[in-house]
């Protein structure tokens, strides 16, 4: 019902709403947008792993020009860093190297979804951009998924009650020593290819699903009933590798929109 407005994510909450509306979301990496007064109060001194806040709008340009506006250093950084995005690799579709990836271990994807990126990668590569799909370079999906879900269920149940496991700092450091060397991993892939054509989430917008459990409800995927928790594996393969900031020391203007989905 407005132009644009900003979203919350850690496990999907952009770019999977963004997906089955219809409209371009920005799900960036951690720390390029301040969360300060985004926390309950007492929780928002230091950012959680993971967790980011962008926009929602109508088109990328829109997209760009909030991202212009919102991301940058918070108060505390800001007497010494300013942010710096490069721009974008390449200018033209016909230039790009596509990666498309519509297969996850831990998830199904349904046959419209295929679809879908079959038929943009097949428009991509008669526009003249080249089109993989496959790649040594992938991660370990399966592996990083496990890493996401230890880091996902950390995070969750901080500060409630009766939590059944409750890892240790050292554990907690570990969990970082996975997730930067997974990021490394694709940080190798993206020097390859310029964007990866994935799934959002593995069907399109589904019927209301009122069972809280989200290890027994379900949704139907290709006609049959699926586990709807088995889904964050999808969202979890654009946020288990997206690491800490690191800002450089520029006056240079935000412009580039990373890993906007629609």
Not at 71 to 95: K, M, Q, V
Not at 180 to 187: D, N, V, Y
Request: hydrophobic share 45%.
């Amino acid at each position: 019902m407005v132009a644009l407005e900003c979203g919350s994510d850690i496990g999907g909450s952009i770019h999977v709403p963004a997906a089955f509306c219809g409209v371009f979301g920005l799900k960036p990496r951690f720390g390029l947008l301040p969360k300060r007064g985004q926390g309950f109060p007492g929780t928002d001194a230091a950012e959680v792993e993971l967790a980011v806040i962008g926009p929602l709008a109508r088109t990328a340009i829109d997209l760009d020009v909030a991202l212009g506006v919102l991301a940058g250093p918070d108060i505390d950084d800001a007497a010494a860093y300013r942010l710096a995005l490069p721009a974008p690799r390449r200018s033209r579709l016909a230039a790009c190297r596509l990666f498309a990836l519509d297969a996850h271990p831990r998830a199904r994807t349904d046959a419209v979804i295929r679809e879908a990126i079959a038929a943009l990668c097949d428009d991509a590569a008669r526009a003249g951009a080249e089109v993989a799909r496959q790649t040594p370079l992938l991660p370990d999906l399966d592996a990083a998924h496990d890493q996401y879900l230890a880091m996902l269920g950390t995070i969750m149940t901080r500060g409630a009650p009766n939590v059944k496991h409750v890892i240790s700092a050292h554990e907690g450091f570990f969990l970082l020593d996975q997730q930067m060397r997974l990021r490394r991993q694709w940080r190798a892939l993206v020097e390859r290819f310029d964007a990866v054509i994935a799934p959002a989430f593995g069907c399109v917008a589904y019927p209301h699903v009122d069972t809280p459990d989200m290890r027994t409800s379900t949704l139907t995927i290709d006609g049959e009933p699926a586990v709807y928790g088995q889904q964050v594996a999808w969202p979890g393969v654009a946020t288990s590798p997206a690491c800490r900031r690191r800002w450089r020391r520029s006056a240079r203007r935000a412009k580039a929109c990373q890993s906007a989905s629609r």
